[in-house]
Each structure stands twice: as C-alpha cells, then as structure tokens.
C-alpha cells in the first residue's frame, strides 16, 4: 500500500488524532497526538489492511528552536507481511516530555524507549522497566538534549580534557587541579 | 532404578521437599563467552536460569552525540567502531543515506567495489562470529583456521584501504581509495582457497559435528513471530526460518543484479530457530557472498573504471529533511536515521538502529529456563558485538 492510501484508511479511522502529515519527505511521516498514539499503533499493527508487525527504529529528535519547544519521538514501522513501510511521530514539549509506551504494541520498543527515556529524559508512561540503559543509573541529565553541557565533573574524577580545564583553572575558577582532586566540594558524596 | 520424583532409600524424602535457594549470579562484564563487556544477571535456581537481566552501557562511546558535533563526512570514523568486526557494512550505511538525502548517485564501478568490500567484509564477519561461537562451544580449531582466512581478507582491505581493523573506506560519494593493481588476482587466490579448503572443512569439522549439533540445535529456539516482534533481523531471523534479505528484498547498491541464494533455517537436526540453525545460516551465506566477490570480480574486470571520488561533494551539505535508510550488515538490518536541518555542515541528528542492540532485548525471553551452560551458547549464537550495542 502507498503512502496517500495508508494516511487515507488511517485518517477515516483517526480523523483528528492525526496532526500533521508530510507526503513529500524521503520517508512520508504523520504526526499523531500523544494521547492516541497506542490506538493508533494497535491499528497499524492489526488491522490486516497494515500489517505492520515489525518496529523497524524508535528515536527522538530534540528542536528547542521551534515554536513551541518540542522533541519528536520517531517510529518507523514495516510490515514483513505487505512489504510497506511507514513512519509515525509524535510531538510532546520539551518541558514535560510524556508519552504512552508502545511497548504493549511491539515488544522491540522496551529497549529503544528505555534509551530514549536516557538520552532524552522522555517518560513513558505504562512502560514495565524504565531505566537508564546506557549511561550510569547514577547520571544526571539527558546528553542527546540540544542544550547539554558536559558536566565538570563525574564522581569526583575530571571528565574534561585536562588542558581545558588547566586553563580554567589558571583563569581563575575554582576547580583545583589534577585528576584525583579532593577538595570537598568536588568529592563524590555518598 | 527409582525416578527422582519418588521415595528413594530410608528417608522418604521426595525431590519436591528438597528446599532450593535462588541465587542471583553476575555474568560478566568480564566473562569470555560475553563477546565484549556485557553483565548478565542470572536469576538461578540451581543449574536453571529463571530470569535474566542484561545490562549493557559499558562501552559506551556518546556515538550519536559525537555524530552532532563534527561534519557529514567526519561521522565515517566513528561509523567504523561501532561494529569494530565488521567496519566496512557499518559506513557504507551512513554514506548510503547521507547519499540518499542529497541525492547522490555513484557510478557502477563505486557500486561494485562497495558490493565487493562488504561481501569480503561479511566472510571475515561470519568467520569470527562462527569461530568464536565454536571456542565457546569449546572446539577451538575451528577458530584458529577461520581466524587465517580472516587474516587474508585483512590483508586485501589493508592493501587496499591502508588499515586492518577500521577502514573509512566508504565515504560519501565514492570510496577512498581505488583497487589496487592486482587484486582482482589476489581476491581470487583467497576465493579459490577459502572455497577449496576452508569452506567444506568447516562445514565438516564444525557445522556438521555430532558434537556442535547435539550441543546447539534443541536450545534457544527463536519462534519466527518472536523474532519480528522484537525485531532481530539478518542471519537471527532467517535462522528462524524467514527468508527475508535486504539484499534480495530492498536491494542497495545494484544487489538485484546479483544472483545469489537468501539462506534460511531449514530445521534439519532440530527445530527451527535453534542456536544451530542461526550458525548454519551464517555458514551458508559465507558461501553465497563468494558468489557475489566472485561475480563483482567479473563485473570490475570488464567495466569502465572511472575516478572513485568522481561523485564526492566539496561540500556535504544535505537539504533539509530527513532519511532512514537500512542496509544488510553481517549481523543484520544496520539502520542510520540521518536528519538535517539545512543550516549547518553538521548532522542535526543521526540514529544507528543497530542489529545486536534489539538481539539484545530478546535475550530475557530466550534465556528463561534455560541451563547456565547453555546461555553461553545462545549469547554466541546471537552474534553481537557489543560496540554496536552500546554504541
């Protein structure tokens, strides 16, 4: 099935739960509400006129620029059955990023939401294990977020390379030198 | 002799009275059967896994972070460390969509040595994945003789590329650097050789042992409609019996015009989708991709050899707009989501859906009730390498 006629069967069925659509990108997308994206994956799963039983990708793009702030959360499905495939997004803003899981739908999302949820602070709600997957459960904050700053410090130990911060040091900012430093303000407290 | 289950000697005691305690046991991150720096939990009983728990994140390297922070062309060197044992597929991927958005078409020579360089890239992928998973099996021979003829493929892509282990070959555009005078002859010695000797021993000595057989191919069964709900692709999948490709099936590159057979799990000495099938699937498609280097060797021999970077922009800048674009690596669908914003010269986003990375999230499903022993098996079988999961 192509595209216009996808969004079509999806659009009689969804009407305003569709947002936006773009049939002219490389990969045509539709821009679902958060609240409907589950019903909306349910339908593109089971309904026999889709297919799509396989969740090819689930990613997050992060647009602070845009009007509002926003992160996109990025879903592309394929179906081995028909041979089509089809990409979903949902728009949730940047302050309070929430949307339902998918993982219900197709089980590969439990991973790819648990790194998204890490890299972007994202929360999936219904999700049976939403844990950091790749950084430390000790981390704070989100590194894929357009506005991150590497911090100065992790645990005590300097993470930045050392000739940057022997120059920060010598300009004056208090952030002692060498690896092992000790002073109490930079001492991982337990 | 008594069942278990009922009173033996004086006692009277049953198997049901025994009280057995759970035990939580740390597999790794430096275990050798982990392939890399992965930590199972393993919730025991006994001999008996009743739950597992990977963690994953050791090795992590900040890829897609990295990939925002340097130009189009500078996200290639990264490529290549993600799947350390099969370079070569992981930047002809991103050079693929990056082509796909700008629109870039290479000329048919590129398109043949790129085919050439990732089926060569695919044998000395399988022949690690295969030679370890026998060590682990614990056959170590095998190894060692897939590890020579994995030496000799290094030695061709060095000649070519200057490097062994991670190439930049793929660039956007084109490759790096054209074929050397004579390698067509060279890639046929090894050809000849690997298919002479190499090929059937290893089909003998390992894939067709009694031993390898009765220890792989009852365990770690993956049922087909599992596998694409956890999306496991390439050799997992059509272990499972799927005979999907995207060689055949979305074809790149000019794969279409290849003629080559997709392998899938036929179920032969156990049910399908076992560890066994995912091993034998990979050692056939060892001998279908020196179907494709030998055509392509054929193909180069005779075609117009124009400049490799003839098609290499000056400047990479893609308009506007966003691609994912998957493409068949060793072990698996190798997915690069590249979004540009048409401002700058760096990626706005780029998103590796990497294969081991979701082999890896089907593992809790797989390893229930399985014997500790054989989580060493199933790991093996999955083939993953943990610089792509962790990325």
């Known amino acids: 099935m192509d595209f216009a006629a996808l969004h079509a069967r999806l659009a009689a069925r969804f009407g305003d739960k569709l947002v936006a659509v773009s049939a002219e990108a490389l990969n045509p997308w539709i821009v679902v509400a958060p609240e409907a994206i589950v ?40 179906s081995y059955q028909l041979r089509h495939t089809l990409v979903l997004k949902v728009h949730v803003p940047r302050e309070q990023p929430v949307v339902p899981t998918v993982e219900g739908v197709w089980p590969a999302a439990n991973w790819h939401e648990r790194e998204v949820f890490d890299l972007f602070g994202v929360t999936f709600t219904g999700h049976s294990d939403l844990r950091r997957i790749l950084l430390p459960d000790d981390w704070q904050g989100h590194p894929l977020r357009k506005d991150w700053v590497d911090p100065d410090f992790y645990n005590g130990l300097h993470v930045k390379p050392p000739t940057q911060m022997a120059e920060r040091v010598a300009a004056g900012e208090p952030l002692g030198v060498g690896p092992f430093d000790q002073t109490p303000t930079n001492r991982h407290v337990e | 002799m008594a069942s278990p289950t009922q009173a033996t000697g004086g006692f009277g005691w049953q198997i049901e009275d025994l009280d057995t305690d759970e035990m939580i046991l740390n597999m790794g991150p430096q275990h050798p059967s982990t392939h890399g720096v992965l930590r199972l939990e393993l919730r025991t009983d006994g001999e008996v896994v009743k739950a597992a728990r990977p963690h994953i994140g050791y090795l992590h390297r900040c890829f897609e972070k990295h990939a925002e922070n340097v130009d189009y062309p500078g996200v290639i060197p990264y490529t290549d460390r993600l799947d350390y044992v099969a370079s070569m597929g992981n930047s002809l991927g991103y050079a693929l969509a990056v082509e796909k958005l700008m629109g870039i078409e290479v000329a048919p020579y590129v398109q043949t040595i790129r085919v050439l360089m990732a089926e060569l890239q695919r044998i000395a992928s399988h022949a690690v994945a295969i ?26 892509f060095e000649w070519t590329s200057g490097a062994r282990l991670l190439y930049n070959y793929n660039w956007i555009g084109g490759v790096s650097y054209d074929l050397p005078d004579g390698f067509a002859r060279a890639c046929r010695d090894f050809l000849d050789e690997f298919e002479r000797i190499t090929h059937p021993e290893l089909m003998d000595l390992l894939i067709g042992n009694k031993i390898f057989v009765k220890r792989t191919a009852e365990i770690g069964v993956l049922p087909i409609e599992v596998g694409i709900a956890y999306d496991l692709t390439g050799p997992n999948l059509r ?56 055509q392509a060797l054929d193909r180069i021999e005779k075609m117009e050899h124009t400049p490799v970077q003839e098609k290499c922009p000056k400047r990479v800048k893609p308009p506007k707009g966003e691609v994912y674009f998957r493409t068949e690596a060793p072990r698996g669908q190798l997915g690069f989501y590249v979004v540009a914003d048409g401002a700058g010269v760096n990626p706005y986003r780029v998103r590796v859906k990497s294969p081991c990375f979701t082999a890896m999230g089907v593992f809790h499903v797989l390893a229930k009730g399985m014997l500790i022993a054989d989580v060493v098996a199933l790991i093996g079988s999955l083939d993953i390498v943990l610089g792509e999961i962790d990325r």
């Not at chain 2, 030679?131 to 061709?156: N, Q, S, V």
């Not at chain 2, 899938?264 to 076992?274: D, E, I, L």
């Open chain 2, 131 to 156: 030679g370890t998973y026998g060590m682990d099996m614990g056959a170590f021979t095998p190894f060692l003789h897939l590890l020579r003829d994995r030496e000799k493929i290094l030695d061709l």
């Open chain 1, 39 to 78: 019903e909306v994956a349910a339908a593109a799963k089971d309904d026999a006129a889709f297919a799509f039983d396989n969740l090819m990708n689930l990613s997050a793009v992060d647009y602070p620029k845009e009007n509002p702030p926003r992160i996109e959360i990025v879903y592309h499905l394929f």
């Open chain 2, 239 to 294: 272990g499972s019996g799927a005979s999907y490709d995207l060689r055949k099936d979305e074809p790149y590159c000019g794969y279409e015009t290849y003629d080559f057979q997709v392998c899938s799990g036929q179920g032969r000495y156990g049910p399908v989708g076992s560890c066994f099938e995912r091993n034998w699937v990979r050692a056939l498609e060892m001998a279908e991709s020196v179907k494709i280097v030998r």
